[in-house]
């Protein structure tokens, strides 16, 4: 009985076939063709990818400054400096970095202002803020991160770059 039941597994696996090389070699070029027309597609992604990782960087390192301000009971500032498309909290400096190519621009309050190219937004310890937005520009793409005065809130917003501009 042991030697028939080789005998049928044996046979079963005579029925079945594999792949010929030709047709391994088909599939391969029709995969090839396929990445070749995509790459191009896919490299455009590339800035806008980068652009949208920087703005989420920005908002979680926002959130971190305000929750600093809540868990401390102290005010804290997200300083924004222009010129090196840098920001960070007062006490560590920069902590984030705009990618290349990407110009930041912000709206803040006055009284946080502290030259043409470098100022803050303040967070109190009830979780308000003194507001602003920046903004990341890339090429024709920009994204505006909004901070809400009245409770600290971030948001991420597509915005025309040609407005921007104006």
């Known amino acids: 009985m042991w030697s028939a039941g080789r005998a049928r597994i044996a046979k079963a696996g005579r029925g079945q076939r594999g792949f010929t090389l030709i047709e391994v070699i088909v599939v391969l070029g029709i995969i090839a063709m396929i990445a070749m027309l995509a790459a191009p597609r896919l490299g455009s992604l590339g800035p806008g990818l980068k652009l949208r990782a920087a703005a989420e960087e920005l908002r979680g390192d926002i959130r971190r400054i305000r929750n600093t301000a809540l868990r401390e009971n102290r005010e804290t500032v ?5 010129n090196s498309e840098s920001w960070g909290d007062v006490r560590s400096r920069w902590t984030g970095q705009a990618p290349a190519g990407t110009e930041l621009a912000m709206v803040i309050a ?5 030259s043409d190219t470098e100022g803050g937004v303040r967070f109190y ?11 990341l520009t890339r090429g024709d793409r920009a ?18 770059a040609q407005a921007q501009g104006q």
């Open 78 to 82: 997200l300083m924004v400096d222009l």
């Open 110 to 114: 006055r009284q946080e202002q502290l």
């Open 125 to 135: 310890p009830d979780g308000s803020s003194t507001g602003g937005t920046v903004t």
């Open 143 to 160: 994204l505006r991160v909004t901070v809400d005065w009245f409770d600290g809130s971030v948001s991420i917003a597509e915005q025309d």
